[in-house]
């Protein structure tokens, strides 16, 4: 990634004034609102309309609505609703492509069945090729898109002061620059970065002032990099900051209708699973099923969590596991990989002790461990622990306190921006870690 070399130490000379030239000191990048035209119209036409002359019949809409115009409204209605959803899910960070494929694929299987389920109901006439086809047309349009974007769409960002440059995250689509080369050259920029704070100098002020003024957004350090990141820094955490790790009452309150009622709806389905589950557990070694656990969850609340039982009975150790543990059972190798040692976790889940989304439980010694050496990890309180969780899907199994710094950093991003689309990227992408078997011991 390209970094950017001070030219000159002192900050900032003609902020907010015009240059030798009569052009403003700092100038705005192109809007970027056109490329989401270009990104829904382009979907558009290459998941909807292109495949039309494959298999319609005639001139459509021209003798009324057939099969074949069911089938266009069906792929158009179903490609509205991932594109929505996609864009509003875009808003939390991933990586890489596969990153993205993680949650685009889950959504739009859901999204396409649903309209499926929803035509059978009406009792109505479709091309069941060309609607699913159509679906992983959707898909490879968006991938392909935010592929695109991610690696070739080259955002700049100048950085006040500079010495905050090298502290930056390195992203192959950014550029940090100083303010100066930024002045000097007339590159023209997305956003100002500064450490918004009362220790700004004068001059510094002076050139945010000059931003706004040019239409340049102005940005925090910490926000851009925790939106970048996914992760909120613990360095410079302050108490005025608490506030914002609040998640909506209100949010809390529908979202655990809502869960009662979809685990509640899931038990046909799960009851079978858990079931065949068991067995083979009682089956593979001697002991017991089930393997409970107090852990520590909403406001220091102990509770005990159920799982199934990996490892054999009676085997001493950490309470941690580690690579290649000896403990874990043939069996119990399997479940750890794919997570079906925590369905059991749903009684927790009816028992309000959890939620399906959430920070990870621990245990108790391990949590009176980590309040002591890591400052403000009380703060995972907040919420009801989850079975899965942000920083599960994004960092994996931790206990060392360092990985435990990072992953307390997840979950505090998780607090700050605790909502529904964020709990739907959780729940999407933990499907695939799950089928993938990754970050499991």
Not at 61 to 74: M, N, P
Not at 98 to 109: E, F, I, K
Not at 259 to 272: G, I, K, N
Not at 405 to 433: P, Q
Request: net charge positive; hydrophobic share 45%; charged share 20%.
């Amino acid at each position: 990634m390209r970094r950017a070399i001070p030219v000159r130490a002192a900050g900032p000379s003609s902020t907010g004034e015009q240059s030798s030239r009569g052009k403003p000191a700092i100038r705005s990048a192109p809007e970027r609102f056109f490329e989401t035209w270009l990104d829904a119209l382009g979907g558009f036409m290459f998941s909807v309309l292109l495949p039309i002359p494959i298999y319609a019949t005639g001139e459509p809409f021209s003798q009324g609505i057939g099969a074949t115009e069911q089938t266009i409204l069906a792929t158009a209605v179903a490609y509205v609703i991932v594109w929505y959803c996609g864009r509003r899910l875009d808003a939390f960070p991933r990586a890489t492509l596969q990153g993205n494929v993680r949650y685009l694929t889950p959504m739009a299987a859901i999204s396409y069945a649903a309209i499926a389920v929803l035509l059978v109901l009406l009792r109505s006439d479709y091309s069941r090729v060309q609607l699913f086809g159509s679906g992983m047309l959707t898909i490879l349009w968006m991938a392909f898109v935010a592929q695109l974007r991610g690696r070739y769409l080259i955002r700049n960002y100048a950085v006040v002061p500079s010495a905050l440059i090298p502290a930056m995250p390195e992203r192959a689509a950014c550029r940090w620059l100083t303010y100066e080369d930024v002045e000097e050259m007339g590159i023209r920029v997305d956003a100002m970065v500064a450490d918004l704070g009362p220790d700004l100098t004068e001059g510094q002020v002076t050139a945010l002032a000059g931003a706004a003024i040019a239409g340049v957004p102005v940005l925090d350090r910490r926000y851009l990099v925790e939106t970048m990141t996914g992760r909120t820094p613990l360095g410079g955490l302050t108490p005025n900051e608490f506030g914002a790790l609040l998640p909506s009452r209100q949010y809390l309150v529908v979202r655990r209708g809502l869960e009662l009622l979809l685990t509640l709806l899931a038990l046909p389905v799960l009851v079978p699973i858990l079931a065949a589950v068991a067995l083979m557990v009682r089956l593979d070694s001697p002991g017991p099923i089930f393997f409970q656990q107090e852990r520590v969850g909403r406001r220091g609340r102990i509770f005990r969590m159920i799982k199934f039982r990996t490892m054999y009975h009676g085997a001493s150790g950490p309470s941690f596991t580690t690579e290649a543990d000896p403990r874990v059972t043939r069996i119990g190798h399997m479940l750890r990989r794919f997570r079906l040692d925590e369905l059991p976790q749903l009684v927790n889940v009816l028992r309000g002790d959890m939620s399906w989304v959430g920070p990870r439980p621990e245990a108790l010694t391990l949590e009176r461990q980590y309040l002591q050496d890591i400052p403000h990890f009380a703060l995972r309180g907040i919420v009801r622990p989850g079975v899965t969780g942000w920083a599960q899907i994004n960092q994996g199994y931790a206990h060392e306190a360092d990985e435990m710094r990072s992953k307390l950093e997840y979950d505090l991003y998780y607090l700050k921006h605790c909502s529904l689309w964020l709990d739907v990227m959780i729940v999407l992408r933990t499907f695939s870690v799950m089928f993938g078997g990754t970050g499991a011991r």
